[in-house]
């Protein structure tokens, strides 16, 4: 940007850099180029009357701004030894595909079950004590005054134990569902297959009021029948979670009591729902248990945890003396074979023995009778001569 005329052109000097930069409509502070600080406007033709505000270095070209020292030689050292092949750097540990395999909610939420699940159990315990414990105070209460502050504990546990199981049942029935699903579709993917079923049916289907009586149980007897391709034994596996089947009926059918229950009145309805109330929450606390166990027995765990352990059985390893006994036999396989092939070619020079004597005989024979005939040589003309005779 040219300046206008009549007027000499300013500019700011850099203080780190020494840079002019031109004085645009309004002077600046920092450098553009090195980010020091511009001093104030100077005029080109003009130069600044008094003392300036700045100095001029002159510096080569090929001269650095800091003092280079000495450079120091350092002693030359031993050449390093090792006593094995350095493994720095020659590691190539091959990606393990399950660890950064994509995972999705559903195995997000499966992860998280068994968790849920024995948060659950212990909540429905806790549950089951504080009616009991409750209908404790009611029989107490008969005959003798309560003091509030037992009242208060005892309502406080209820409370806790109830709202407590609820929240963290449903997020058990939630996770467990994906859990179920998970399991699946290893199960399919062991056999080659695929699953049949849509996510969202069997979510909907595990988790509806009525119908999750149903068809958990059959889902997971199809994952126990796919493992048996593999596994045949799975007896056991069948028998747990029929034992869960039956538990889990049970209370879903004890919570439908208990709402009904509830419309009742009376006193003595509200003490014998407190003992109802008890028992639902003791039955759920028992299915949430097995729950847990069908869950660890598919993936081959027990309750606690552990492995399964297969059964098995003791076999007696062969010693040496029967092993050798063993060889020595399959040693004298070849003689044995050499032995009965030569046994047929006697047999067949037995059996040509007799021919061979009777065509002997034979021979014999005849040449007697030709001996016989030779000596007695009018006997051809006698019967020439009765021939004739006769005629």
């Given at each position: 940007?040219?300046?206008?005329?009549?007027?000499?052109?300013?500019?700011?000097?850099?203080?780190?850099?020494?840079?002019?930069?031109?004085?645009?409509a309004?002077?600046?502070?920092?450098?553009?180029?090195?980010?020091?600080?511009l001093l104030?406007?100077v005029?080109?033709?003009?130069?600044?009357?008094?003392?300036?505000?700045?100095?001029w270095?002159?510096?080569?070209?090929?001269?650095?701004?800091?003092?280079?020292?000495?450079?120091?030689?350092?002693?030359?050292?031993p050449?390093?030894r090792?006593?094995s092949?350095?493994?720095?750097?020659?590691?190539?540990?091959?990606?393990?595909?399950?660890?950064?395999?994509?995972t999705?909610?559903?195995?997000?939420?499966?992860a998280?079950a068994?968790t849920?699940v024995?948060?659950?159990?212990?909540?429905?315990?806790l549950?089951?004590?504080?009616?009991?414990?409750?209908?404790?105070?009611l029989?107490?209460?008969r005959?003798?005054?309560?003091?509030?502050i037992t009242?208060?504990?005892?309502?406080?546990?209820?409370?806790?134990?109830q709202?407590?199981?609820?929240?963290?049942?449903l997020?058990?029935?939630?996770t467990?569902?994906?859990?179920?699903?998970?399991?699946?579709?290893?199960?399919?993917?062991?056999?080659?297959?695929?699953?049949?079923?849509?996510?969202?049916?069997m979510?909907?289907?595990?988790?509806?009021?009525?119908?999750?009586?149903v068809?958990?149980?059959?889902?997971?007897?199809?994952?126990?029948?796919?493992?048996?391709?593999?596994?045949?034994d799975?007896?056991?596996?069948?028998?747990?979670i029929?034992?869960?089947?039956?538990?889990?009926?049970?209370?879903?059918?004890?919570v439908?009591?208990?709402v009904?229950?509830?419309?009742?009145?009376?006193?003595?309805?509200?003490?014998?729902?407190?003992?109802?109330?008890?028992?639902?929450?003791l039955?759920?606390?028992?299915?949430?248990?097995?729950t847990l166990?069908?869950?660890?027995?598919l993936?081959?765990?027990?309750?606690?945890?552990?492995?399964?352990?297969r059964?098995?059985?003791?076999?007696?390893?062969?010693?040496?003396e029967?092993?050798?006994e063993?060889?020595e036999?399959?040693?004298?396989?070849?003689?044995?074979?050499?032995?009965a092939?030569?046994?047929?070619a006697r047999?067949?020079?037995a059996?040509?023995?007799?021919?061979?004597?009777?065509?002997?005989?034979?021979?014999?024979?005849?040449?007697?009778?030709?001996?016989?005939?030779?000596?007695?040589?009018?006997?051809?003309?006698?019967?020439?001569?009765?021939?004739v005779?006769v005629?």
């Amino acid at each position: 940007m040219s300046a206008p005329q009549g007027r000499a052109q300013a500019f700011q000097v850099c203080a780190r850099c020494s840079t002019r930069w031109a004085v645009g409509a309004r002077p600046g502070t920092w450098c553009p180029r090195c980010h020091g600080v511009l001093l104030s406007p100077v005029s080109a033709r003009a130069p600044a009357q008094g003392r300036r505000n700045f100095r001029w270095v002159a510096r080569p070209a090929s001269s650095n701004r800091t003092a280079v020292g000495p450079t120091r030689v350092a002693a030359p050292t031993p050449t390093p030894r090792y006593d094995s092949t350095p493994t720095w750097g020659l590691r190539d540990t091959p990606r393990d595909p399950a660890a950064h395999a994509p995972t999705g909610r559903v195995e997000q939420y499966a992860a998280n079950a068994q968790t849920f699940v024995w948060i659950t159990a212990l909540l429905l315990g806790l549950a089951a004590f504080a009616e009991l414990f409750r209908y404790g105070i009611l029989l107490y209460n008969r005959t003798r005054l309560l003091s509030p502050i037992t009242l208060a504990i005892s309502d406080a546990l209820v409370y806790f134990a109830q709202v407590g199981a609820l929240i963290v049942g449903l997020l058990a029935l939630i996770t467990s569902s994906c859990w179920l699903i998970r399991q699946r579709r290893l199960a399919y993917a062991s056999v080659g297959a695929t699953e049949p079923r849509s996510v969202r049916w069997m979510l909907l289907l595990s988790m509806l009021p009525l119908v999750r009586i149903v068809m958990p149980g059959v889902y997971l007897t199809e994952v126990v029948r796919l493992r048996s391709e593999s596994d045949g034994d799975v007896y056991r596996e069948l028998t747990l979670i029929r034992i869960w089947w039956a538990v889990w009926a049970t209370s879903n059918a004890l919570v439908v009591v208990q709402v009904l229950w509830s419309f009742r009145n009376t006193l003595q309805a509200r003490a014998d729902g407190v003992l109802l109330a008890a028992l639902v929450a003791l039955v759920a606390a028992v299915s949430a248990v097995l729950t847990l166990a069908v869950m660890r027995r598919l993936e081959g765990r027990t309750l606690r945890g552990s492995a399964v352990s297969r059964p098995t059985r003791w076999v007696i390893a062969p010693s040496v003396e029967r092993k050798t006994e063993q060889t020595e036999p399959a040693q004298t396989e070849p003689a044995r074979t050499e032995t009965a092939q030569t046994e047929p070619a006697r047999t067949e020079t037995a059996q040509t023995e007799p021919a061979r004597t009777e065509t002997a005989q034979t021979e014999t024979v005849q040449t007697e009778n030709e001996q016989a005939d030779a000596a007695r040589p009018d006997s051809g003309s006698e019967k020439d001569d009765r021939a004739v005779t006769v005629s």
